[in-house]
């Protein structure tokens, strides 16, 4: 499947099986003549980690594009596919303006890998978008995500790989870096100001209670929120039948901490670990400080599939047809194990923008804006 202009185009296309050579081939099948296309984004299972160097080697080989980015998820789409928890491999190759990109390598400290890399590009082009993936293995990743956004002044979008072994990134072998496979950091590639992009974050969850105020908290224990017992004004937010059983509330209730000068009313979504009824705390997944602002989200199908359609018609009205390709990165905790069998995340997104080549994973953590966000997804389009 692919489309096409004067200097653009997208081909998709994913397939699976145990033999990588053959799902590879069958891949390449489907995608047809790629020749001119020289940026490939790839994504295969975790069953197939081991081999993501062959399979990078293979195909760099076959269609002649050098430069890759991509990554290893538990699941992987591609070709109106949803392919989870099986060896499958996801691919788009694009025709871009040459100067219209930069691929950069894994950096897992400071930024000089992707300086070297992109830094004389990003004088001469700037940069309005960046596609990443991260490991989430590092355990700095929120404050490297915060760093190579300012640095390069780009929006970034992508996700944190997903997989029960190996962490492999596909980062190249682009103009300067080494190795076309790491882990341990973020990796990905910027595009210049003159390509028209959008994306949309769409919540898996929806907010219940009002907006509250955490007024004692200490690393990422919440004691007191609006002067209270947080334990008890937890419990007047989820209603009583949800607090008689606490039990019931894991994996169903989590924070919501909204984020500061958000035009569009973001929060992100950490999990409540552990609950203390003696104390009346709460401890979440992510260091809070009093002053926060806090509500509570319930996670449920029916609202990720009103948000979704909601991020879908806010996208939809910026088109004049069918987006050229698109790159969509969903958690891992989406997919069919939360929406069903059937491609349904797949399915919504082509009702509302039509068919088009589109990529992308399950992931362990989604990226937006330079954020990490939870049970979300997270689209982007090349207009």
């Known amino acids: 499947m692919g489309t096409t202009t004067a200097a653009t185009r997208f081909h998709a296309a994913s397939a699976a099986g145990p033999d990588w050579g053959q799902t590879v081939k069958a891949c390449l099948d489907k995608l047809g003549d790629v020749r001119g296309c020289n940026l490939g984004f790839l994504y295969v299972t975790d069953s ?18 050098r430069d890759w980015v991509g990554t290893v998820g538990i699941g992987v789409l591609g070709g109106g596919e949803e392919l989870f928890d099986q060896p499958a491999i996801a691919v788009m190759a694009a025709r871009l303006p040459e100067e219209s990109f930069r691929v950069f390598p894994v950096v897992s400290g400071d930024l000089e890998p992707m300086r070297r890399v992109a830094g004389g590009w990003l004088d001469r082009n700037g940069a309005t978008l960046g596609l ?6 590092n355990a700095d990743l929120a404050d490297l995500m915060t760093q190579l956004g300012e640095a390069t002044g780009a929006f ?18 682009g103009r300067g870096s080494d190795d076309p496979v790491g882990d341990g950091g973020v990796s990905g590639v910027l595009f210049g100001n003159g390509l028209e992009v ?26 007191e929120i609006d002067g209270r017992p947080a334990l ?32 569009t009313a973001d929060y992100l979504v950490r999990d409540i670990i552990a609950i203390d009824p003696r104390m009346g705390w709460l401890a979440v997944a992510e260091r809070v400080e009093p002053g926060r602002r806090i509500l509570f989200a319930r996670r449920d199908r029916q609202s990720a599939v009103l948000d979704m359609e909601r991020m879908l018609e806010k996208l939809r009205k910026r088109l004049s047809g069918p987006p050229k390709g698109g790159v969509y990165v969903s958690c891992v905790a989406r997919g069919p ?11 919504m997104i082509q009702r509302a923008l039509g068919e088009f080549p589109l990529v992308g994973f399950f992931a362990n953590g989604e990226v937006s804006n330079a954020r990490l966000y939870g049970y979300t997804g997270v689209l982007t389009l090349f207009l």
Request: charged residues 20%; glycine residues 14%.
């Open 198 to 223: 959008a994306t949309g974050l769409t919540q898996g969850c929806s907010p219940i209670g009002p907006m509250r105020t955490i007024t004692a908290a200490e690393e990422n224990l919440i004691i």
């Open 48 to 65: 197939l980690a081991e081999q993501a160097s062959s399979i990078l080697n293979l195909l760099r080989g076959v269609t002649g594009i």
């Open 337 to 347: 194990n939360f929406f069903g069998e059937g491609n349904q995340e797949v399915a």
């Open 132 to 137: 990443v993936h991260a490991d989430p293995r």
């Open 232 to 263: 008890e004004v937890f419990k007047e937010d989820i209603g009583e039948l949800l607090a008689r059983d606490l039990n019931r509330v894991a994996g169903y209730i989590f924070a919501g901490l909204p984020i500061t000068g958000s035009d």
């Open 156 to 173: 970034l979008v992508g996700g944190l790989a997903s997989s029960r072994g190996e962490y492999p990134q596909f980062s190249g072998p």
